[in-house]
């Protein structure tokens, strides 16, 4: 929305600045995007008078010029037609610059005659297009400033031009007095009456208007018009062109332009047909589809079936509401004339201007919606205007159907002020604002005007109480608390292990991913899942088919899709549930890492390699200790289908299975197109128990000053037995005490069978004994040492090496 400060002070009487005046402008919500000052652009150029003028010596159009200037005679070079001697002219000195040619001016020579400056013309000072001339003023002293001369006598030239951005729930500011309201309601000033005298008609209008009964409702409630016959349409008065042409608007012709001036002046789009040009009455009605229709802008559009379309008996003669067609446009040949004003629904103005692509002034003003009761006042003010401007005599009014009811009312509790904002504005106050606003106030009751179809409710008469007071005036205090001291956790223990495990992912290098709950059935499969428990009844695609039954699918397609971009080292995780069936209890809280390609980049210190299974384990031990859960854990290889069987394992307590890790199969790999080998892990959050004691902070660090003892072990064994079940009987020998079991060497193949008997082979183990209480005797050392001899034999048949 853009106007000038003149065009506003129409409106509203103040003697505030315009640094006010903006600023209580965007404190108001109505955001001052851009103010153009054109006065100070021309604030350096004085006015002076041509003394003598001849014919220059070497050049037929150009003439020497002595000017009179606040800083004595000056010679001056011109080329145009008008200059000669007594005429006042704006000076452009050496030094200025001349914003219509984009360049400062200097001495300089022309035909070898020196010039100081240039006398300049309307175009190269940006006044107008004018150019055949240098300006001539009638008035004006020598040494004045052409911007002063340019005040008293013409000030829409140097008027500042104020653009705001207005938000699509405010079209009552789309008008210079809607905005003039707002502003004499924040006490800036006095908004000025506004006197609608309704022209009489001397005849009956010729041409009638109908609505088609299907758009009384939806469509175009009222439509009212009048004929003005004997006017005469020439250019608009230099006020009326200077206004449009601040805002950016080509004047075009005294009709045109005065529908122009009340669109922004009043928010009252209006149109005029050449009633000589209409055939019979005018309809509004749906479109049937195919009619072509030449519009103002020079363009044909083709309406589509329902469009709601302006025809006379000849066919379409305006797109309703967007924008007027050509056929019946005006031109300085018109003399009568036919001017329409109507409500039309903002919905369907709104469809028809993005499906036809036509971007106006009326239709963003209609999609947003005007004030239906303004419509015959708005029709009156512009009769009075063609007549005071154009000449000629009007109709009476025709019209069909009726203003639409917009009247609504709520209750204003001054109390919610304080409630809902947090200002203590006294009701008095409150209930004088509303009404500055226009709102009528009946007891507690407050009735919106037609002008503002944003208020929809209390808290809207609260908001706008509030905006005009001034939201900069919010004091900050701090919330009260119903009981002093620090507040209970609102997250639940099982949200705060999910925020525990996301940052220790992060903390260990990984990216985050957030992958769909659905995959697609053959993925599902991959991973257990694929049952018709877990299947969508409406998918959105065929990818997304089936519930997950793991998270790792999710991560191994966004491997698979980096890889195809050329990432090829990638660690990835996710946390989010999965699901096992189809009932509310079947889904369980995974924290699921992946590994692909090296653990570091290529360096000449040969630190890159391959993420391996122990990458893994490691960092699903640091995810479970973040988690609370127990140090010692077992790891069985009771692992599912979609882990390597030779590469994987479980980590758990007895039977309680916290985590699975390991390479994932390559069957696996090749199915979801990963480049392997991968390795990854998936934490089971859910099945990580919780401690028993339910304290505020964590359990102190158990430190022992003891020295620790380690004692190594080598037991022969079967070649069969894997070194798991071997450390975990050791391990078991003495919870207590045993610290650590680590295997530290294997002896296998043809030599240790040859020494050890067929189908043996020797695990070395270094158990590592951590006392609490007190230093550890051999006595003690040795007891130990014997039940960790006795539990290995009795797990795995295995006897001490000799």
Known sequence: MKFTLSW?????????????????????????????????????????????????????????????????????????????????????????????????????????????????????????????????????????????????NRPDTVDPMIYIKITPNRPDALGVRGLARDLAARGLGRLKPQAIEPVKGSFQSPIGVTIDASLKETGCPLFAGRLIRGVKNGPSPEWLQHRLKAIGLRPISALVDITNFFTF???????????????????????????????????????????????????????????????????EETVNVFLESAYWDPITIATTGRALKIHSDARYRFERGVDPEFTLPGLELATRMILDLCGGEASDVVMDGAVPVVNRSYRLDPERVVSLVGMNIPEGEQRATLEALGFTLKGDMATPPSWRPDIQGEADLIEEVARIASLTKLEGKPMRRARPGVPKPILTPMQMREKAARRMLAGLGYNECVTYSFIDGASAALFGGGAAATRIENPISSEMTHMRPDLLPGLLQAAARNQARGFADLALFEVGPAFSGGEPGDQALQATGLLVGATAPRDPYGSRRVADIYDAK????????????????????????????????????????????????????????????????????????????????????????????????????????????????AQGADKALIEAVRVFDEFSGEKAEAQMGAGKKSLAITVRLQPRDKTLTDEQIEAVSAKIVEKVAKATGGALRG
């Open 8 to 152: 506003l002070k129409d409106h509203l009487e103040t003697e505030e600045s315009l640094d006010e005046i903006l600023y209580a402008l965007t404190d108001l919500g109505l955001e001052v995007e851009e103010v153009e000052d054109r006065g100070a652009r021309l604030s350096t150029f004085t006015l002076a008078k041509v003394l003598h003028a001849e014919q220059h010596p070497d050049a037929d159009k150009l003439r020497v010029c002595r000017v009179l200037t606040d800083e004595g005679e000056k010679q001056i070079v011109c080329g145009a037609p008008n200059a000669r001697a007594g005429i006042t002219v704006v000076l452009c000195k050496p030094g200025d610059y001349v914003p219509g040619i984009d360049v400062t001016l200097g001495v300089g020579k022309i035909r070898g005659v020196e010039s100081h400056g240039m006398m300049a013309s309307e175009r190269e000072l940006e006044l107008s297009d004018e150019h055949n001339g240098i300006i001539e003023l009638p008035s004006g002293e020598v040494g004045e400033r052409f911007v002063d001369w340019l005040a008293k």
């Open 265 to 331: 002046d009043q928010n009252r789009p209006l149109h005029v047909f050449d009633a000589d040009k209409v055939k019979g009455g005018l309809r509004i009605h749906p479109a049937t589809g195919g009619e072509v229709l030449e519009a103002l802008d020079e363009r044909s559009y083709t309406f589509r079936p329902g469009m709601m379309v302006i025809s006379d008996d000849q066919g379409p003669e305006s797109i309703a509401g967007v924008m007027g067609g050509a056929p019946s446009g005006c031109s």
């Open 618 to 729: 490691a960092d699903a031990e640091a995810v479970l200790a973040a988690l609370g859960a127990p140090a010692r854990m077992q790891i069985t290889r009771k692992v599912a289908d979609w882990w390597h069987p030779g590469r994987s394992g479980v980590m758990g307590l007895g039977p309680n299975a916290l985590c699975a890790f390991g390479e994932v199969h390559p069957k696996v790999l090749r199915a979801m197109d990963v480049k392997g080998p991968a390795v990854a892990f998936t934490v089971f959050v859910d099945a990580v128990p919780f401690p028993k004691a339910k304290t505020a902070t964590r359990a102190a660090l158990g430190m022992s000053d003891l020295q620790a003892v380690e004692r190594d072990f080598a037991f022969v064994v079967g070649k069969d037995v894997e070194a798991l079940a071997l450390v975990n009987a």
